[in-house]
Structures are given as C-alpha cells and as structure tokens.
C-alpha cells in the first residue's frame, strides 16, 4: 500500500522557519519525482515545489522562491521543505505528492500537515 506521512506543521511568527517532513512507504520512492502543495484556508490547491528523483532538478512556485528548499534522502524514503521567512500568506495545509514525471500528475499525497503564520 502506497503511503504518504506528512509531518513537522505547527504555528510560528512571521519570520519563523519550519521543516516539514514526507516519510514514503509501499513504493519504490527513489524512482519517482516528489513534491509539495498547499491549500491556502478558502482557497484552492496551490503548486509549491518539485524535487526529480536523484535531486538533481528541483523547481518553485515564484510565491515561495528563495524561501523554501526541497530535498530528499532516498535512504530514508523521506522528502523534506525547508520553510524560511514565512509570511502570514504561507498559511495552509501542505501535502507531499508523488508524481508520475517531473512534470507529470499526482498519483499519490499524503495526509497533509498545518501551516499557521500569525503574530
């Protein structure tokens, strides 16, 4: 069974940094292309970041560039973002996702974790 454990949200102050944390099971998580979304409250799903599956090409949403980092360890079947100077704006659920390419479909997410950034 494919799964997807999405952990590390939490309330912090604009400004603050989070790590979240993906841990992967029930599929061969170092051939795939990883990545993250979020869902802002109201609003709809939102694109944040994807990593390929050697780490070698990651990409961002222009919203979260140079504020957030996507990585993995394929070690430990687990995908990581890094969350730096986080806005108020950064509030929302966020899903690790698998995908089917780089560029491909979502074929599996996790759970989701909650981000808050309030004063």
């Known amino acids: 069974e494919v799964q997807l454990v999405d952990s590390g949200g939490g309330l912090v102050q604009p400004g603050g940094s989070l790590r979240l944390s993906c841990v992967a099971s029930?599929?061969?998580?170092?051939?795939?292309?990883m990545g993250w979304v979020r869902q802002p409250p109201g609003k709809g799903e939102e694109w944040v970041s994807t990593?390929?599956?050697?780490?070698?090409?990651?990409a961002y949403a222009d919203s979260v560039k140079g504020r957030f980092t996507i990585s993995r360890d394929n070690s430990k079947y687990t995908l990581y973002l890094q969350l730096n100077s986080l806005k108020t704006e950064d509030t929302a659920m966020y899903y690790c996702?698998?995908?089917?390419?780089?560029?491909?479909?979502?074929?599996?997410r996790g759970q989701g974790t909650q981000v808050t950034v309030s004063s």
């Open positions: 990593i390929d599956s050697e780490s070698s090409a990651t």
């Open positions: 996702v698998r995908r089917n390419a780089y560029y491909g479909v979502i074929t599996a």
């Open positions: 029930g599929f061969a998580f170092s051939t795939f292309a």
